[in-house]
């Protein structure tokens, strides 16, 4: 309805990453009234709302794909927590913090750095001035823009 009212379609952006975090924190804070507080449930809240925060907060100034990095970053996520119960289940380094869940993360890091590239070099050629913003804008990890060179 935002969308409709403001013309301005990134509010239907906006809210399907805000909405989804609000009901993970009414169950969260329901756990929390109801005397049952749980760990998984408080972690999901944070996760959900980091990656609602990706199109909310204007990331696009600081990282090219700011979707791509938190989704990468969600798949590593998985990956810690799974290596760290592994480990206090007793597995050690190798099996435990080391294991065979880790292709899944990094091939799709891998995956995902390769067809971003790819994307960009398609994008670099059909408009010539997305170039300053290349040069100016990290393509995945959200860091201060660089500072744009002087035109002579």
Known sequence: MASLVTKDTS???RLWSIVPAIYVWIFAIDAVVVGRPDARLF???VLVTLWAARLTLQLF???RHPNFFFEQAQWWAFYGLGAAAAVSAG???WGGALNGS???AALL???F???TIFTESISASKYPANRDYQ???SMLVPWPPRRRAPRH
């Open 11 to 13: 509010w239907v952006d």
């Open 43 to 45: 972690l999901m809240a």
């Open 61 to 63: 100034r600081y990282s």
């Open 91 to 93: 597995a050690g380094l």
């Open 102 to 104: 880790i292709a899944g």
């Open 109 to 111: 890091t891998v995956l």
């Open 113 to 115: 750095i390769g067809s």
């Open 135 to 137: 040069r100016t804008t």
